[in-house]
């Protein structure tokens, strides 16, 4: 009998909180485990005296027969380790729900705020405010209310902190992000709690009680209490990220972002004066993740691994990119196209300065933008971080959109499609696919702690290249269709030719079986060429290696299901295929474990 609240832990808690852990291990990182660990510290220690009170003031009472016997201020080991479970189960699931959320686009403030949102933030403090107030005087009173006034006047000082400091941010969330890490673990706890207190594990004495029950065993008091903790909890680690957000977000502000910042910074970030946030930058950064979402789910997956900000300077290279080429795609005519490869390669010009001229100030080239692109774009061009990447694959890519244009109207006689071979297949793939792989890699370089070799940099630049051959084929390859109903083919034509094909051809009839082999030959091509770099990718620094090869292999599962013709309906695209969710999640789950 002296082990019952020990078994308690062995049954119900720990092998939750293995459960968690087991999902979360490949995605864990330092900077995860250093928030659990101080919330952990701060859980024990804020709860230790207030525990130790209610003991020694006969509130609650644990049998000499249900505990081992240890105890700390009067508190029982096992009740000691309850403050860090329960603390560790709730942070492990927030932090899981948390990872897809890039956390900067819901930074906010008092005027970026809907007045919804500032009416929920002020009702959220008044409720808080009368929660101590109703506190006090039931524990002051004494009596049956005791309990459930030291609960309230402990606990809602606290969470009147964190939502005065983060309520908008905790309010922009989503739900799901917010609500499920305090209601999942709140019951399941529950009902541990009522099996402990059927059991005798615990006991709250009666006349500290309102004798209230929810079912079973169950007492309002430890109801509410399992509630406002793990609500402590959650509001918590919202403020941590908040801090962290504002601190990778804002640059200029914070030059220096280290992946795990001290506590120093972090208290910095988080007391910064809202009223001084970059709404422009957010709102921008906004703008890149709903571009990310839309376009891409494989890279919108894998970038909910990478740190800090360099996972927000990735978004908004992938939007520049995905800006760039609707704006050449969407024109209505070859001329209007090639004008906004001019106004871009205008753009790069005063950006990184032409031959012999210094680059142009932020303000004139943020003038000329916002006079020569439409709104929806500007947002892509103004923050795209130029500072830190090199301006020759960006002139490459623009040379990419102009093999794009090309293509002309396949009624037209004699139409000239720019793919004859395979040296133009891998010319077309180096300047619109290795071209973003190697700017990404100027990010990492320039964002990881861990520095590399020029030996090392160069051989992953190489590497990136031929690895953006293979994504490209692998592009090509599933959008075959599409692409013949915008009359391109980018099958090279000496393959169409040995099978007694024309471009033509494939444009009328995509479908038709010669298709079909052409296509896993421009698979099994791209995965010669992605077999020639993957091992390459084990150079990377290990806080980027796992989520960049979880981008790659993302990618790369999408040939494997063309391959075995096992893909599923693109909901965005008709007639593209993609690889189902839980097939996305088990590879993401798969390669980061591994890396």
């Given at each position: 009998m002296a082990y019952d609240y020990a078994l308690v832990h062995?049954?119900?808690?720990?092998?939750?909180?293995?459960?968690?852990?087991?999902?979360?291990?490949?995605?864990?990182?330092?900077?995860?485990?250093?928030?659990?660990a101080t919330l952990i510290l701060v859980a024990f220690f804020a709860t230790l005296p207030w525990d130790s009170?209610?003991?020694?003031?006969?509130?609650?009472?644990?049998p000499p027969n249900a505990i081992v016997g240890p105890r700390l201020f009067g508190v029982p080991a096992e009740e000691l380790f309850f403050f860090v479970i329960q603390t560790y189960i709730t942070s492990m699931l927030y932090i899981l729900l948390n990872k897809p959320i890039l956390h900067a686009q819901f930074i906010t403030n008092r005027a970026d705020s809907s007045l919804a949102s500032r009416r929920?933030?002020?009702?959220?403090?008044?409720?808080?405010?009368?929660?101590?107030?109703?506190?006090?005087?039931?524990?002051?009173?004494?009596?049956?209310?005791?309990?459930?006034?030291?609960?309230?006047?402990?606990?809602?000082?606290?969470?009147?902190?964190?939502?005065?400091?983060?309520?908008?941010?905790?309010?922009?969330l989503p739900i799901i992000c917010v609500a499920t890490p305090i209601v999942v673990p709140t019951a399941y706890l529950w009902v541990v709690d009522e099996f402990a207190l059927g059991r005798g594990t615990w006991a709250i004495e009666s006349g500290t009680k309102?004798?209230?029950?929810?079912?079973?065993?169950?007492?309002?008091?430890?109801?509410?209490?399992?509630?406002?903790?793990?609500?402590?909890?959650?509001?918590?680690?919202?403020?941590?990220?908040?801090?962290?957000?504002?601190l990778y977000t804002f640059p200029e502000r914070?030059?220096?972002?280290?992946?795990?910042?001290?506590?120093?910074?972090?208290?910095?970030?988080?007391?910064?004066?809202?009223?001084?946030?970059?709404?422009?930058?957010?709102?921008?950064?906004?703008?890149?993740?709903?571009?990310?979402?839309?376009?891409?789910?494989s890279f919108y997956l894998a970038s909910s691994v990478f740190p800090g900000r360099l996972r927000i300077d990735l978004v908004l290279l992938y939007s520049f990119c995905r800006v760039a080429d609707d704006l050449v795609d969407e024109a209505r005519t070859e001329n209007e196209a090639l004008e906004w490869i001019n106004k871009l390669s205008n753009y790069l010009g005063l950006v990184y300065g032409l031959e012999g001229q210094p680059p142009s100030?932020?303000?004139?080239?943020?003038?000329?933008?916002?006079?020569?692109?439409?709104?929806?774009?500007?947002?892509a061009l103004e923050l795209l971080p130029t500072e830190l990447l090199s301006k020759k694959p960006l002139y490459e890519l623009l040379e990419g959109f102009k093999m794009d244009l090309s293509f002309a109207d396949t009624s037209s006689e004699g139409v000239q499609f720019p793919i004859k071979d395979e040296a133009d297949l891998e010319t077309y793939a180096h300047r619109v696919a290795s071209t973003v792989g190697e700017l990404c890699l100027w990010l990492v370089f320039h964002h990881c702690d861990t520095k590399l070799s020029k030996d090392e940099e160069s051989t992953l630049v190489f590497a990136a290249q031929t690895m953006g051959h293979a994504l490209q084929y692998v592009n090509i390859a599933r959008?075959?269709?599409?692409?013949?109903?915008?009359?391109?083919?980018?099958?090279?034509?000496?393959?169409?030719?040995?099978?007694?094909?024309?471009?033509?051809?494939?444009?009328?009839?995509?479908?038709?079986?010669?298709?079909e082999k052409l296509r896993q030959k421009l698979l099994d091509r791209a995965f010669?060429?992605?077999?020639?770099?993957?091992?390459?990718?084990?150079?990377?620094?290990?806080?980027?290696?796992?989520?960049?090869?979880?981008?790659?292999?993302?990618?790369?599962?999408?040939?494997?299901?063309?391959?075995?013709k096992t893909g599923v309906p693109s909901n965005s695209r008709k007639g593209r295929a993609t690889v189902p969710r839980v097939r996305r999640i088990w590879v993401a789950w798969k390669n980061l474990s591994a890396a």
């Open positions: 062995f049954k119900y808690t720990i092998p939750f909180a293995g459960l968690l852990t087991f999902i979360l291990r490949p995605l864990l990182t330092k900077l995860d485990l250093c928030k659990t009170y209610l003991i020694r003031h006969g509130v609650w009472t644990y929920i933030r002020t009702l959220g403090q008044v409720f808080l405010a009368g929660c101590i107030a109703t506190g006090a005087a039931l524990a002051k009173k004494g009596g049956e209310g005791t309990y459930l006034g030291l609960i309230l006047v402990w606990a809602c000082p606290f969470a009147l902190l964190t939502w005065s400091l983060s309520g908008y941010f905790l309010i922009k309102l004798g209230w029950r929810i079912w079973g065993s169950l007492e309002l008091e430890e109801a509410v209490f399992f509630v406002v903790t793990n609500t402590l909890i959650v509001f918590g680690l919202a403020a941590c990220d908040r801090g962290l957000a504002v914070f030059p220096n972002a280290p992946q795990t910042p001290s506590l120093t910074l972090l208290m910095e970030a988080l007391f910064m004066d809202p009223a001084k946030y970059d709404m422009v930058r957010v709102e921008g950064i906004r703008e890149a993740v709903g571009t990310l979402r839309r376009k891409s789910r100030s932020k303000q004139y080239v943020n003038t000329l933008v916002e006079r020569n692109f439409p709104r929806a774009t500007r947002s959008d075959i269709l599409v692409d013949a109903e915008m009359g391109r083919v980018y099958l090279p034509i000496n393959w169409l030719k040995a099978e007694n094909l024309t471009p033509n051809d494939i444009v009328r009839d995509p479908k038709q079986p010669k298709v010669k060429e992605y077999g020639r770099s993957r091992d390459a990718m084990n150079i990377l620094p290990s806080e980027v290696r796992g989520p960049l090869i979880v981008a790659v292999e993302s990618y790369m599962e999408i040939g494997r299901v063309l391959q075995e």
